[in-house]
């Protein structure tokens, strides 16, 4: 499954013009949501195709109304007044004293009744009071014993994780989150009736199992199914209805039997259900699209990673319970239906509705790469090495289709023949789904995409085509890593998804390097670190034991990190075989089968074949079994090079410095030969301390060559001036990619304190002569986090000098910038990088050019299109008008084109205007015209202005119920937006209300990985900055 946008989310600039509240003089002339209650928008005839929302929807008071105003106690202003003073008025003092426990529910200047004297209670009161206390405290001692209530914040009765649902109340069976191992399902088969008039279905699932040890007890998952019948079979007995106990909480069933079920034995459990299509886009759900006549078309899909196949059929849900799988499907005549294996044929039923019945898997696979898509759809086919390749979409999308067919067409070629062995099933679709939350879903044989990831127009920019391309080649990579061979358990997710990333990147750059993957990757790897640097990341491979933990798993350490160690081990092995040799035979040894992380390295290191380098085992596991990576000290004396090694960690704890320990293949390069590949040169940096001998005549020691291994460099004082003066001579005496990771590491070292600010700027000196597009953008990315984080602590004048500073270092360069089309992908890059900074600090020439694109997009009713890099900054300074957000609100809800509608919504949530962004809140939320999938992206952009930041923090905060039911704990949704949200955050105010929030979920998700990185962050944010202030003074 693919959850990131690799591109949008790292090309995009950094949130900023969010200042830090309390540090108003005056108070911020702003609209005053409180008292104005019209529905928005209301200043043009285009408005009436869309939904207008309800007074209550609309104007959105944050829950920080009652703020503390610059001179007033917080008991200083009663109720009249704060209705006056609402909080739009006081937007600036959002983030101050939130808490409502901070805050006296009584006024000082409301008056008081004068205090009454209390008489002494009589005799008879207090036996009356005494029997009355008894009395109580004896029903909620016996409501306490009753089986099941626990008296939890969600009331009473909730299930222990013991306790069966069932009528009788009879004990459930098992209490662990990972299903027993006495039983293994062997076979399925599944017959669903999908209604889509009523978005309900009911199924009917046989179950084929093997008694693997003696039991007598049967678990499995279901979820949100209302089981109506179940029957049981054992061998060639006779079949007999049997009891369902569930356990809700941890979505299970079982069934118990009174004699051993004996190990051998061969058994079936029959189970008719019914349940409701869902609408959270995971499991069976239902979605829609409006078609070319504006009708609204209905269909129905699947999501099952990690954890849905158990709302659309009870199963074994877990990874390593491999079966075959027969499915059919009743329709009706006018919808088509898919699934992972080719139709076997259709019979029509005597209710007017059509059953397709799909072959019976070819291959055994885990539940939650089943998936099957009942609607109408359209394909274009061509046949690669004997499998039949399609891309479906929706009829009106049909003309989108092609590049998708042709990129998938090289890659599957090319992955057959990299891994040597074919795609094992006769057919391959890829189908492009309305509604879907993931960017894509690699279910076998039946590869499901949100459109934007998938469908992309003939005069579509390489940009474009590139975000197409990674998903796809992600995706297809799963077909063997994932799907051919699974991981045993999602502590080893990155099996999945660290060898997907890999390979997207690998397979492109070799089979499409117009596309520039390398950059990419770069990129890639840089934000890794900064996620791995943080106390709040884990392991590569790490423990999972609860639901929330499966869904964190799906975050950038096991995507990222996972691809960018393997990139280091492949280039770390003798030979540009070596690393090809042992995936083949771990796909080979393994096929079928799960795997954990452990078996990828024995495989690797039983192709070794040179002495001299390290076992492959020993080396990897430092890498993936405990968090974080390593800072490489560099000192020098004369010929002895001193190397030493210790954890990289912005959150400092002192047993993890002393314990941490990596096989590190270090690699670099020095002046006297520093750009070809036989210059590189490979040192294994085993111990806390080695020596390394280089002549003396060498001036300067480049290490980790390209930035290929997952590790940041100190060179100390001397190193680091040496290596200045070097670019400041010839910039090109360094690889793109090597000064692009001086940058990078340079900042690193930066917030670590390890480095100052001063030796930073002074790097940075040599950026007049940069051209090339990774370091440019890494610079800018560092250096607009600056900018953003001065400007939301409204230290106004640092914020002036640090954009006068980027216009003046980078100036020259935008303005050399073209607005016309572009064809070489780099150069596209580096454009945008360079145009959307310079219309966010407000360059006018930036601006001018932007609004004048827009124009003339709107004037040539469709004839003229903006470059696909150029549309996120035209439209998001057309977003700053007023009459042009309403125009691009109208062409956002008539754009068909997926990749130009999302550019469009960047643009819209790019306003400042607070009515707007409400409006644009409320409709995400509500999935009005916004759909929930593009949730994540609003609340992102949105909090990248000032009021937008604030807004959404409150809108959050009474929305998280709402927000936890749409995505669970845990998922990419959630990290996404609690990061937004929270990563510019840099004072102690910010800090304390954020933990406040927090802490008050609960069981709603206040111990998350998210949002204990988002804690971090902002402490890590708050000291840089007390830091860093004097030294801003002087750039």
Known sequence: MDPFDYNSTERASLPRNMIENSMFEEEPDVVDLARDSAAYPVHSSHFTTFPALDPDDTVYEPRSSRLLVRGLGENDVDDDEEDCESSARLLGMSFMNRSATQRSNVSPYVRQPPPRSCSPCSARTLVVCVLFLVIVASMIMVLYFLPGCNFTKMGCPKQENGTSNSTDDELFPWAQFQLPRSIRPLSYDLTLNPDLSTMDFSGHTVINMLVLHNTKRIVLHSAYLNITKATFKLGDGEASDVTILENKPREQIAVKFSEELKAGQHCVLILDYTASLSHTYNGFYNSSYTDLNGNKRVLAATQFEPLYARKAFPCFDEPSFKATFLIKINRKPEHMTLSNMPKAKSTPLVNGLVQDEFAKTSVNMSTYLVAFVVGNFTAVSKNVSDTLLSVYSVPQKKEHTDYALDTASKLLEFYNDFFEINYPLQKLDLVGIPDFLAGAMENWGLITFRESTLLVGRDASLMEKQDVASVIAHELAHQWFGNLVTMSWWSDLWLNEGFASYMQFTSLQIVMPQLDMGSLFLNVRFRALDIDALNSSHAVSTEVKTQEQVHEMFDSVSYLKGASILLM?????????????????????????????????????????????????????????????????????????????????????????????????????????????????????????????????????????????????????????????????????????????????????????????????????????????????????????????????????????????????????????????????????????????????????????????????????????????????????????????????????????????????????????????????????????????????????????????????????????????????????????????????????HLNQVQYFFSSLSERGSQSRSMQEALEKIRLNQRWMERSLPALQNI
């Not at 997952?710 to 100390?716: K, Q």
């Not at 670590?752 to 597009?773: A, C, D, I, P, W």
């Not at 643009?907 to 916004?930: C, E, F, H, P, Y």
């Open 569 to 989: 081990l492949n280039a770390s092995l003798p030979g540009d075989q070596q690393f090809r040799k042992g995936i083949i035979q771990y796909l080979k040894q393994f096929s079928g089968l799960n795997t954990d992380t452990d078996d990828l390295w024995n495989s690797l290191t039983e192709v070794e074949v040179s002495s001299q380098h390290p076992n492959v085992s020993e080396m990897m596991r430092s890498w993936t079994s405990q968090k974080g990576f390593p800072l490489v000290t560099v000192s020098r004396q004369g010929a002895e090079v001193t190397l030493k090694q210790e954890i990289f960690q912005l959150t400092s704890n002192d047993a993890r410095h002393s314990s941490s320990l990596w096989t590190i293949p270090l690699t670099y390069v020095n002046d006297s030969c520093s750009l070809a590949p036989e210059c590189r040169q490979v040192f294994m940096l085993k111990t806390k301390s080695e020596t390394l001998k280089v002549p003396e005549t060498v001036k300067w020691l480049k290490l980790n060559y390209r930035s290929t291994g997952f590790y940041i460099v100190d060179y100390g004082d001397d190193g680091w001036a040496a290596l200045t003066d070097a670019l400041f001579n010839n910039s090109q005496v360094l690889s793109a990619e090597d000064r692009a990771s001086l940058i990078h590491n340079i900042f690193a070292l930066s917030s670590l304190g390890r480095v100052s600010l001063r030796q930073v700027f002074h790097l940075l000196k040599y950026m007049s002569n940069e051209t090339e597009m990774s370091p440019v953008s890494e610079a800018l990315l560092h250096l607009n986090h600056m900018y953003q984080m001065l400007n939301k602590r409204y230290e106004q004048d640092l914020a002036a000098r640090l954009k006068a500073y980027i216009l003046k270092h980078f100036g020259a360069l935008m303005d050399k910038q073209t607005w016309t089309k572009e064809e070489s992908m780099s150069k596209m890059n580096l454009r945008s990088a360079l145009l959307e900074t310079a219309c966010d600090l407000g360059q006018e020439k930036c601006k001018q050019n932007a609004k004048d694109i827009f124009k003339q997009y709107v004037d040539s009713n469709g004839t003229f299109q903006i470059p696909g890099d150029l549309q996120r900054v035209v439209f998001s300074v057309a977003a700053q008008s007023s009459e042009d957000w309403e125009t691009l609100l109208t062409l956002y809800h008539y754009a068909t084109y997926d990749s130009e509608k999302q550019n469009m919504l960047r643009g819209l949530a790019s306003t400042q205007d607070t009515r707007k962004i409400v409006w644009l809140l409320n409709g995400a939320l509500n999935n009005d015209i916004i759909k929930v999938q593009n949730i994540p992206l609003v609340f992102k952009t949105i909090c990248r202005s000032f009021a937008g930041n604030l807004i959404t923090w409150d809108f959050i905060q009474d929305n998280w119920n709402q927000l936890i039911q749409t995505f669970p704990l845990g998922s990419f949704p959630i990290q996404s937006i609690v990061k937004s949200v929270t990563f510019q955050l840099s004072t102690q105010s």
